[in-house]
Each structure stands twice: as C-alpha cells, then as structure tokens.
C-alpha cells in the first residue's frame, strides 16, 4: 500500500482498505490467512515532509493448536503507531546509537510512503507461538494419542523418572519452608 506524501491535506486522511490475502505471500513464514485483511489508517503530515501513521490491521488466519493438533480460526489484530521522514532526514555516517524515539521512526524516497512491508510486519507480531485452541485445552496422550478433550483414555500415567527423584524433594522441602522475616 503506497500513499503519495503530497496528497495527505493538512487535516489530514483515513484511509480503510480490505485487501486480498493472496496479495501476500505468507506461506513461507507459515501463515495461512483464511479472510481478508482489514486495514484502517489515520495519515497525518507535520513538520518538513514527517508522515504520522497511526492504524491497525486485522484477519483471521487458520491456526494449529499446539497441544491437541487441531485446526481453528484465530484473529489476528494489530493497533501501531509509525512515523516516516525523507531520507534526507537520515543522519551522515556510519553506525549510530539509537535512542528510543528512533525504533519507532522510518524513512521513505521520493514522495512516496510504502507500509505494505510494515503492515504485514505488524500482522506477524501478533502471530502467537503456541496457538490454544482453548484455554483449557488437555492436548493429546503422550502414549496412545488419544484427544484428552474429548474423552479420556485407558493408558497408566508413568511414574516420575527416578533421576528425578532427589530434584523433586529439593523442590517440596523448600516450598514448605517458612520464609525468614
């Protein structure tokens, strides 16, 4: 998505645009988005050429549960705040300490803004690692496979690993202990 740095007005603009998932190329980083994203964006101009960006994006993307395996839809949904500034604002030389006004600060060419690659940046942050297809989701029986969270299974849990055994006393002798005032 590129806006035009001089057709931003004074007051500003919004912009809302629902764009087709398969105009992103998600598949390598292992997302599958099921819906279309949705894209609300409010541009502001201050300063010599700096662009204020503040928007969200959303979608629903088909998700594997990370303990039963399962499919399900999870909705992804995203609120940032950006600024871009000219190129020409990027300081002379070499390697610079950042401060922390700075993470959050882009440049752009020319006269135009491209927030396609920081869109699908923002979408990717709330990707969660270990997707639950509930809260309370049991997962699968580590011997026989079967979906804890539809019915239970005949299998014999093992016993603690004896290695073990030591650790776990440690462990119920210090939880027992009176903490010292």
Not at 43 to 57: D, R
């Amino acid at each position: 998505m590129k806006i035009k740095v001089h057709k931003i007005p004074d007051e500003g603009m919004a912009i809302s645009r629902d764009i087709d998932p398969k105009n992103w190329d998600l598949g390598p980083k292992g997302i599958a988005l099921v819906d279309v994203v949705r894209t609300r964006l409010n541009l502001s101009k201050q300063g010599e050429g700096e662009v204020q960006v503040q928007g969200s994006v959303s979608s629903t993307m088909s998700a594997e549960c990370s303990r039963c395996l399962k499919s399900f839809p999870f909705t992804l949904d995203s609120a940032f705040h950006l600024a871009y500034l000219p190129k020409t604002h990027l300081p002379p030389g070499g390697e610079q300490a950042l401060s922390h006004e700075s993470l959050d600060l882009y440049y752009y060419d020319g006269d135009e803004v491209d927030l396609e690659e920081e869109l699908i940046g923002q979408l990717l942050l709330t990707v969660p690692m270990n997707p639950l297809c509930q809260a309370g989701c049991r997962g699968l029986c580590p011997q026989c496979g079967q979906d804890l969270n539809e019915k239970t299974c005949p299998c014999q849990v093992e016993p603690d690993d004896i290695r073990w055994a030591d650790l776990k006393k440690f462990y119920k002798k210090e939880s027992n202990a009176k903490p010292k005032t």
